[in-house]
């Protein structure tokens, strides 16, 4: 019998797997800001230069979404997946052997091509594992691996003490590589290639000339930007309002991360009982705005700006789960969802890169209120876009299912 499909429907054992490579990826980005006081100090890296450690996942995500997601749909998503965990695993233990700069940084590229591979190949093999009837829950599922991955990173730091940073990178490294052959039985089965080869430049055209990978992209960009501006400096924002020390404030901010995941289970609950996407999204951004207020504003207590903290990020959590559950449907045809998932990771990184930068720019200039509202303006332009997609996905139900879903690549 295979390992990904059975006559019963959806193999829980093998999605847990898929959705724990995504966990053990989203160490390598956790990893970083845990390790970086130690890397600092052994590399004589300023500051400057030690920020690009933290962006260099992003940087690379906001140029090569769409790539990674053409490479899912031609040589297909196991090889995908694998391949990103292995490289990520190599990039780990090469950078650990760096003395300087730019080897680390090179390594941490090399390692972000690895993690998007992983981030957009993991929710296709799920789509291919489960039925259709249970796509929210495994998508709400895999929606956990950031902030469970980022909160197990903060629950291994202590490791640093005994292992310092080259040996926390030899550790993720080995994980990474160990966690590829523990998956390679789970995903046996998938079909190695799904669009010819002749046909990638077409997939590129047919992806971007569709509406919804950028209604999708936009929206994640819209999320990322917001979240981040105000999850990046929550540790600091944290220790300064509740006068504890910096540790604190990050085991603090951890812990908020980590409720995310909630929002994230939360979502699928919604989406099995036949909430809309739009409702889903406009509650996510909703409480965003409202909550970044309360964070930001300076005029609630430490206690209230941390409840306020824990609110926001458990209701952002709705968010991502609801765009990669729609992007299936939203993909120009059934060959480019690997595509469509691509666009959409690369709309979340170029939020990410965006997000904390505007935010810290606004936070020097003017002060941290003002901060607040370009989360309510991200929020309100992300709500505009999600009335968009519903009409779009209103439009895609009423059509006949030969024009939502055009020829396959290789027949156009």
């Not at 260099?56 to 053409?70: D, E, N, Q, S, Y």
């Not at 046909?199 to 950028?214: E, H, K, Q």
Request: hydrophobic letters at 60%.
């Amino acid at each position: 019998m295979d390992a990904l499909h059975t006559r019963n429907g959806a193999r829980w054992p093998s999605i847990l797997l898929i959705v724990g490579a995504g966990v053990v990826s989203a160490c390598q980005v956790g990893k970083v800001p845990a390790a970086l006081a130690d890397i600092q100090a052994h590399l004589a890296l300023d500051l400057g230069t030690a920020s690009w450690l933290l962006s260099a996942f992003a940087v690379v995500g906001a140029f090569t979404g769409i790539t990674i997601g053409v490479a899912v749909d031609h040589v297909g998503a196991r090889f995908m997946a694998l391949g990103g965990l292995l490289l990520q695993g190599g990039g780990s233990a090469i950078g650990a052997l760096a003395n300087d700069a730019p080897l680390l940084l090179a390594m941490r590229a090399v390692e972000g091509v690895g993690f998007l591979a992983v981030s957009v190949a993991a929710p296709t093999l799920i789509i291919a594992v489960a039925r259709s009837s249970d796509h929210s829950r495994a998508m709400a599922m895999w929606g956990t691996f950031m902030p469970i991955g980022m909160s197990a990173v903060l629950v291994a730091a202590p490791l640093l003490d005994a292992l310092g940073w080259r040996g926390f990178w030899l550790v993720n490294a080995a994980l990474l590589i160990g966690y590829a052959a523990l998956l390679v039985p789970a995903t046996r089965g998938i079909p190695a290639r799904m669009v010819p080869v002749r046909s990638i430049a077409r997939v590129v055209r047919l992806t971007l000339s569709a509406s919804g990978p950028w209604l999708l992209a936009g929206l994640f960009a819209f999320f990322a930007a917001a979240y981040f501006a105000v999850f990046a400096f929550l540790p600091a924002i944290l220790s300064e309002r509740l006068s504890v020390d910096t540790w604190m404030g990050s085991l603090l901010a951890g812990v908020a991360v980590s409720v995310n995941a909630l929002g994230n289970l939360a979502c699928g609950a919604l989406l099995s009982r036949g909430v809309a996407h739009r409702t889903i999204l406009l509650l996510g951004f909703g409480a965003m705005a409202i909550c970044s207020i309360g964070v930001l504003s300076g005029a609630l207590s430490g206690a209230l700006v941390y409840t306020a903290s824990i609110v926001f990020s458990a209701l952002a959590g709705l968010i991502p789960v609801a765009l990669i559950h729609s992007a299936p449907r939203m993909a120009p045809c059934p060959e480019l969802i690997g595509a469509t998932i691509g666009f959409l990771m690369q709309g979340n990184n170029v939020g990410l890169v965006f997000g904390p930068a505007a935010a810290g720019a606004l936070a020097v200039a003017h002060g941290w209120p003002t901060v607040s509202l370009l989360v309510v303006s991200l929020a309100a332009a992300a709500s505009l876009l999600a009335i968009s997609l519903h009409l779009q996905q209103c439009k895609a139900r009423t059509r006949p299912s030969s024009v939502r879903h055009p020829a396959p690549v290789d027949e156009l």
